[in-house]
């Protein structure tokens, strides 16, 4: 029988079916963090459980570590207590941490790829929503809460139940300035944020097939903000090529075995889907959160919904987003002013996001009005952009040049929103008060859309956008 990557990954996870009808997976890589894991350690150390499997299990700091002024201890008590506590349950367990002095540390999901921890076939699990970004692989993985961290750290196994898949096709040609942030933002337009309760999505079709694993990466880390358990993209040439002489990848001929192998996985030609939806990628325009999740967008050109046009039990969400954005129905996303730009994040913080928004900004300057910052992924991609020139770039426009780390993603540290601020952001997540103030207001875009957003102070179609040079 043909079989979806979802299915032969499953299958070979599965240790046994559970009395409650669920699965025990097991759980072939661990990612953890300072802010999910200490709870969850501690629950383990309560019980006298020692770590199942620490070798499996790989940690970094992201989630709170401030991005400036990293000497130690941290000026925010919660950061310090956080780090210091990760630290501890390293060295206690025995698991390796890519800490501030490994040059290695960043976003958890940028750095498990980047370090070729991140695999076609694995299972991945860690306590953050966005886990899925290792999907991009051909990865199974999973976001998980608190007390799973805790069970896997205990069994480095998961109890789940099996999703549907659902395969969504893109094909043909994006346009210029058209990004992989602009096809998901659409997908999730289109199938609502609840669309993909129960689903896991598996991204196919030419436009998929033509994207980088970066680009790839965009797309999948969303697949939460759709409501899927996970994305996923078969492996190809494009996959194997990025893992070659990855850090923790195979070498020599045991690349070769794996290669074939993870080739292996991919869906089967005429395996069964649960549902198949398309998109036409030459009709994706660069897209624009106005409201208050990651559906509620329009096209960069077009204007904000009239709740006449939806349906009535959609209304009363449609008018509380317009009322907390203070926008209006009808009217045009672009021109919106902005007061700060954000460009980061596991969606849009890595080496090729950061070039392409240098492209943009070289030479011109961040509006007077505009606080602007550039958080790079990680430690990797903040050297090699400086290795580059980059910084120089964004620091000569007025932008902020930081460490790596969440940042204003969810603006645990002290890169924060105030007040009733407008930031164009290149993160995944728009609700209320999730980058730091509880009335600010978030755009979810593209990072080449924030940069010239920064630029003009204001929503423009990086398209047409000549800008002040
Ligand atoms: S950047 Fe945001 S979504 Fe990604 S891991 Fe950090 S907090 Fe989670």
Redesign the pocket.
């Known amino acids: 029988m043909p079989q979806t990557l979802f299915q032969k990954v499953w299958d070979r996870h599965a240790v046994r079916t559970l009395p409650n009808g669920q699965t025990q997976l097991y759980v072939g890589v661990h990612l953890i ?1 300072e802010v999910t894991s200490p709870q969850a350690f501690e629950e383990l150390e309560a019980r006298g459980w020692p770590v199942a499997a620490p070798d499996r299990t790989i940690a970094t700091l ?2 709170i570590i401030p991005t400036q002024g990293q000497a130690r201890p941290f000026a925010d008590l919660q950061a310090e207590a956080m780090t210091s506590a990760l630290e501890r349950h390293c060295r206690t367990h025995g698991i390796r941490l890519f800490d501030l002095a490994s040059g290695a540390q960043g ?3 940028v750095i498990g790829p980047e370090l070729g921890l991140t695999q076609p076939g694995m299972t991945i699990a860690c306590g ?3 886990t899925s ?1 290792h999907g991009a692989f051909g990865a199974m993985a999973f976001g998980i809460g608190t007390s799973q961290v805790r069970d896997v750290l205990a069994s480095q196994t998961l109890a789940m139940s099996p999703s549907r898949v659902r395969r969504i096709e893109v094909n043909g040609h994006l346009g210029p300035g058209v990004t992989a942030k602009d096809v998901i933002l659409t997908i999730i337009g289109r199938l609502g944020v609840q669309g993909g309760v129960g689903y896991a999505y598996e991204y196919a079709g030419n436009a998929i097939q033509r994207m980088s694993m970066d680009e790839r990466m965009t797309v999948c ?1 969303m697949s939460i903000e759709g409501g899927a358990r996970l994305g996923y993209v078969n492996p190809d040439d494009t996959t194997v090529e990025y893992l070659r002489g990855r850090r923790f990848a195979p070498a020599g001929d045991a690349f070769d075995r794996a290669a074939a192998w993870w080739r292996s996985l991919a869906s089967d030609p005429g395996a069964v889907y649960d549902d198949v939806v398309r998109f036409d990628a030459a009709a994706i325009a660069p897209t624009v959160t106005w409201g208050i999740n990651p559906g509620q967008s329009v096209a960069v050109d077009g204007r904000l919904p009239h709740p006449r046009s939806v349906d009535a039990r959609d209304r009363a969400g449609l008018e509380e987003a317009m009322a907390f954005m203070d926008l209006a129905p009808g009217q045009p996303i672009a021109g919106t002013k902005i007061d700060v730009a954000f460009i ?4 849009n ?1 890595r080496l090729s996001d950061l070039r392409e928004s240098a492209r943009l900004v070289q030479g011109r300057r961040v509006a007077p009005h505009v606080r602007a910052l550039v958080v790079p ?1 990680s430690q990797a991609v903040r050297a090699a952009a400086e290795h580059e020139g980059l910084h120089e770039i964004f620091t000569a426009a007025g932008f902020d040049w930081r460490g790596a ?3 204003m ?2 603006a ?1 540290n002290q890169d924060r929103l105030h007040g009733r601020e407008i930031c164009a952001s290149s ?3 728009n609700f209320k008060g999730r980058q730091g103030s509880p009335t600010g207001r978030t755009l979810l875009m593209s990072p080449t859309m924030v940069a010239a957003a920064a630029i003009a102070g204001e929503v423009v179609d990086v398209r047409s956008w000549g800008g002040p040079a």
Do not use: A, E, K, P
Not at 344 to 347: F, H, P
């Open positions: 963090h992201d989630h976003i958890v999901h953050d929503s966005h970004t880390n980061g994040s596991c969606t913080g992924g780390g969440c940042s993603c969810l645990m993160s995944n997540r």
